[in-house]
């Protein structure tokens, strides 16, 4: 057996292709297109819901058997509403006095499935029963503006208005 010691150089191996200062940098222009990227997204959330300035639309395009919808907003106002099923509008009279503001909303969407019964000796539990639906949540926010629902075609229309005074 030939037993030879080899040295091998690791001068090179452990110099860095990339300075470290460039890294924040990096991260900060990877950030902004990340974000810019978003932003159509976050407009779109925004005015989701609103399909009139009287009528809100929790429409998921998927099915459920039943949604609670919370809804907070200027002053005191809380308000949760449940819909079933097909029922998927709200119209601004069912709210009552909607003083103008902005208003934030989380929808839960419940989708029923089976009942099984959980019988687990280490936690104690035995027949207790548990559904094995789904929930989905969202939330976001609408604006209401003299007892109307704000939405994008009233913002332009006012624009407009604005422009030709």
């Not at 939405?151 to 332009?156: H, L, Q």
């Amino acid at each position: 057996m030939c037993k030879q010691k080899v040295k091998i150089n690791t001068d090179n191996y452990f110099k860095e292709e990339f300075p470290m200062r460039s890294f924040p940098k990096l991260f900060f222009v990877t950030s902004i297109c990340a974000l810019s990227a978003l932003l159509p997204l976050t407009a779109y959330c925004a005015s989701g819901i609103v399909s009139s300035s009287t009528v809100l639309d929790i429409e998921t395009g998927s099915k459920f058997d039943q949604a609670e919808m919370l809804i907070s907003g200027p002053g005191d106002f809380n308000q949760t509403i449940t819909l079933y099923g097909d029922n998927t509008q709200i119209d601004i009279d069912d709210l009552g006095e909607l003083p103008d503001g902005n208003y934030t909303y989380q929808i839960q969407y419940i989708q029923h499935g089976k009942t099984e019964y959980i019988n687990d000796n280490k936690t104690g539990r035995e027949g207790v029963p548990r559904n094995t639906g789904k929930i989905k949540t969202i939330s976001g926010f609408f604006n209401v503006y003299e007892s109307e629902f704000v939405t994008s075609d009233s913002i332009e229309t006012e624009s407009e208005f604005k422009d030709e005074q």
